[in-house]
């Protein structure tokens, strides 16, 4: 299988942990490729030229994080990181749901810092600020514990979290959030956040 990718993506990197967790490594060809440029291989892939794209081994493409994880998670028993039914598959949906929340946020208010000065809007970028904010407190009230089983929304938290260190350190989450901080460090020594930080 060919995964398309870049390293800078939280999105991407969240389906690079699963791929490691599934222990996946050696049958996935990760090739990095530059969206913006809309290059024919990915194109070809997705036609929305975004990251991540998975080309099977059947030549079929699927695209999205989420859809390429459950795919991932299908291929093998081991490490189960999405329950097949019942309550358990609901919180975890949940958490992964929240998790991507905050991504899209981050990402929208960094993208937007990116406009020109003139065209940016503070406005937009304090409404995607806040969002982050609110889903953070949310999951210092509800923090996944530490000795639970790795999911698939705790990988998406992973994912997040890292983002929101990378683009938005000036947020300072952890102040006010000692749970999730020491949840996300014990995150921290598994292999598969490890070997993901993106490129300084």
């Not at 300072?172 to 995150?187: C, I, K």
């Amino acid at each position: 299988m060919k995964l398309y990718i870049s390293y800078l993506s939280p999105y991407v990197r969240k389906v690079r942990m699963v791929v490691i967790e599934k222990g996946l490594s050696d049958q996935v060809e990760m090739t990095e490729s530059a969206p913006y440029d809309k290059p024919d291989e990915l194109v070809n892939a997705n036609p929305l030229s975004k990251v991540p794209a998975l080309i099977r081994d059947d030549g079929t493409s699927l695209f999205d994080s989420p859809v390429i994880c459950e795919y991932l998670d299908s291929l093998t028993d081991v490490n189960p990181l999405l329950p097949a039914s019942g309550e358990a598959r609901w919180q975890v949906l949940r958490l992964l749901a929240l998790s991507d929340g905050i991504t899209d946020a981050a990402y929208l208010s960094t993208m937007e810092r990116r406009r020109p000065e003139s065209e940016q809007s503070d406005d937009w970028v304090a409404a995607q600020r806040g969002k982050i904010a609110r889903g953070l407190d949310a999951l210092e009230k509800d923090t996944p514990a530490i000795d639970a089983a790795i999911n698939l929304g705790a990988l998406g938290l992973g994912a997040a979290l890292g983002y929101v260190d990378l683009r938005h350190g000036d947020m300072n989450w952890r102040d006010t959030r000692p749970g999730l901080a020491s949840w996300f460090e014990a995150l921290s020594t598994r292999e598969s956040f490890s070997e993901t930080v993106p490129p300084a």
